[in-house]
C-alpha cells in the first residue's frame, strides 16, 4: 500500500520569498511517480510537477522545484518567488507506474501568501 | 486543448434522493477516474477506467454507488439512494497512458 504523509500546518510565506511545502512517503513498489498539485478555493485541482523515481535529476518547472531525496523517501515541493496568487492547499500524491496508476494524496497543505 | 469538462458544478439532494454527474475528459485520454474529496481530506480514488473498461473500483461503494464509460469517452457517475455522508466533491480527471491525471472543476455535492 502506499501512503502520503503531509504533516505541516498552515504555511505562510511573505511575497517574493521562497518556501518549501513537505511531503513524505512510504511504498513498496520498485517505481513509482511522485506529484503535486494545487487546489484555490474555487476547487479546480491543477497539475504542478512530476518526479520519477528513477530519475536522477529533481524535477523543476518554472517557479516550482522538487526536491527528492529517495533514501529519505521525501519529495518536498519548493516554491521560489512566491506570488499573491500561490495562496491555495497543496497535495502531494504518488502513483504506481503502469497501467493501474491512481492517485494516492495527502491530507495537503494550506499555503498563504502575506504581501 | 480542452479541459476535462464536468457537470453539474454543484449539487444539492436530500439523503435517500438518487444523483448523476457527468465527466467528458480530455480528448485522446483513454484513462479516466473519478475521486471523492471530502472536506479537510484528500481526494480518494471510486474507479479507474481505460477505455470502457474498470482498472480499479475496489474503493467503490458498489451498494449505492454505479458508473459507466461508454464508448470510452464519457463517463457518468451514479449514487442512488444518497447518504448523508457522500457530501463531497466529485472530481473527474484524465490521462494518456502513464501521464499525469489532468482534473476537472469538480461537483460540490450537499446532502440534507
Known amino acids: 500500500a502506499q501512503k502520503i504523509t503531509q504533516t505541516q500546518p498552515g504555511m505562510f510565506v511573505q511575497e517574493k520569498e521562497a518556501v518549501t511545502l513537505d511531503c513524505t512517503y512510504d511504498?513498496?513498489?520498485?517505481?513509482?511517480?511522485l506529484f503535486w498539485y494545487k487546489q484555490p478555493s474555487s476547487g479546480e485541482m491543477i497539475f504542478l510537477i512530476y518526479q520519477g523515481s528513477y530519475d536522477q535529476q529533481n524535477a523543476t518547472e518554472g517557479r516550482y522545484s522538487l526536491n527528492f531525496q529517495k533514501a529519505r523517501k521525501s519529495a518536498n515541493l519548493v516554491i521560489s518567488a512566491s506570488q499573491l496568487g500561490d495562496s491555495a492547499m497543496y497535495f502531494c500524491a504518488m502513483s504506481r507506474t503502469g497501467a493501474n496508476s491512481k492517485l494516492t494524496f495527502g491530507k495537503g497543505i494550506t499555503l498563504s501568501v502575506r504581501p | 486543448e480542452a479541459g476535462v469538462a464536468q457537470s453539474p458544478r454543484y449539487k444539492i439532494i436530500e439523503k435517500r434522493q438518487s444523483v448523476a454527474f457527468w465527466c467528458n475528459p480530455i480528448s485522446g485520454h483513454a484513462t479516466l477516474y473519478w475521486y471523492q474529496q471530502i472536506l479537510g481530506q484528500g481526494p480518494k480514488l471510486l474507479i479507474q477506467f481505460q477505455n470502457n473498461g474498470v482498472v480499479d473500483d475496489s474503493q467503490l461503494p458498489k451498494d449505492r454507488f454505479s458508473a459507466e464509460r461508454l464508448k470510452g469517452v464519457d463517463s457518468t457517475l451514479k449514487i442512488q439512494p444518497a447518504k448523508l455522508e457522500d457530501s463531497a466533491v466529485y472530481l473527474c480527471?484524465?490521462?494518456?497512458?502513464?501521464?499525469?491525471?489532468?482534473f476537472g472543476d469538480g461537483t460540490r455535492l450537499s446532502i440534507l
Open positions: 511504498t513498496s513498489d520498485p517505481s513509482y511517480g
Open positions: 480527471a484524465s490521462s494518456l497512458v502513464g501521464g499525469p491525471q489532468h
